[in-house]
């Protein structure tokens, strides 16, 4: 078994950034552009509770960066570098050199390397912890006490498959292995929507990334903008991997159904066509699900404009399974 430090040394260290201290040293050290502000974020993500034991290590290398991208892509923020913290039962080469191509490929892409970190023995389960840094001009950063009333909601991508995969595998639905390899992908290997984060300031007021359902991430939205909202479900672009499940099933995972990681945001109904552009200019897509309101609540509108009972609760590490 490698050594904690040739462990470091063989999968985890890379050239650092011009301007950047990175992994060597008791601290990375890294410059922020004049004027621009300090965005960070951390995830965990622990075995058995985020993901399952089998999982492709390159897959789970891409998503433990990813879901920290996303964050910074709700804010707007450009990504600077990030941190990885790894609770290792076992240091197996085959397993650390996939997650470390998986991690390290979205890090190159997204102009985020790795400059620090931790490793340690872990006595039990494999656990995760990714902190990012990003930049964003405080002016435009895409804060979750923006939305104003009147304010059109806007969804990015596609919503469900990433719900419908994880309670395949988890036996809540009947076995069904050509769905599931058709929705396995948005669970595994989400994409961060970082360039349209960035697009989106100054155009957008508020935004957050749907990380634990639609209906609970956006009502964090509403809580800090002291307002409500009205979705017409009609309107929800689901994946096409869901066509022919239950109702309750869609409703399930396009409105409570969370490890989306796509943005959802708002933005004045006079900037519409900027908010096209800018999904069309970063590859992704956007659809108009509603509209913030005054009145405080969420309200889901069927095709017909009837409100909607028996709505999904989103994720909660600490409520009800």
């Not at 008791?26 to 004049?34: G, H, S, T, Y």
């Amino acid at each position: 078994m490698p050594s904690e430090f040739d462990l470091i040394a063989q999968y985890f260290t890379r050239p650092a950034p011009d301007g950047v201290l990175g992994v060597g040293d008791d601290c990375a050290l890294f410059p922020v552009p004049a004027g621009m502000q300090v965005a960070t974020s951390k995830d965990l993500l622990v075995s058995g509770r985020h993901f399952y034991p089998d999982v492709d290590p390159r897959a789970l290398g891409h998503k433990a960066l990813a879901v920290n991208l996303s964050d910074l892509g709700a804010m707007g923020a450009r990504p600077i570098g990030c941190l990885l913290g790894l609770a290792l039962p076992t240091a197996e080469p085959a397993w650390l050199a996939g997650f470390a191509e998986g991690f390290h490929a979205l890090a190159a892409r997204h102009g985020c390397a790795l400059i620090g970190g931790d490793t340690t023995r872990s006595p039990h389960d494999l656990v995760i912890s990714v902190t990012v840094f990003g930049a964003v001009d405080p002016a435009r950063a895409l804060r979750r006490d923006a939305a104003k009333p009147g304010d059109d909601i806007w969804v990015s991508g596609r919503l469900g498959a990433a719900d419908v995969a994880y309670r395949l595998l988890d036996g809540q639905l009947p076995a069904d292995p050509a769905r599931l390899a058709a929705t396995r992908g948005a669970l595994e290997w989400p994409e961060p929507r970082v360039a349209l984060g960035q697009a989106l300031g100054g155009i957008a007021h508020a935004a957050i990334d749907l990380s634990d359902g639609l209906l609970q991430d956006l009502g964090h939205i509403l809580t800090a903008s002291k307002a409500g909202a009205r979705i017409d479900y009609a309107a929800l672009p689901l994946a096409d991997a869901l066509a022919g499940l239950p109702e309750p099933v869609l409703r399930r995972a396009a409105l409570g159904g969370g490890d989306v990681y796509e943005l959802c945001f708002t933005a004045p109904p006079e900037a519409r066509d900027a908010v096209l552009a800018a999904g069309a200019r970063t590859g992704a897509p956007v659809a108009r699900v509603g509209a913030i309101t005054a009145e405080a609540g969420i309200q889901v509108r069927d095709a017909q404009g009837r409100p909607l009972a028996d709505l999904p609760g989103g994720f909660d590490h600490f409520g009800p399974a």
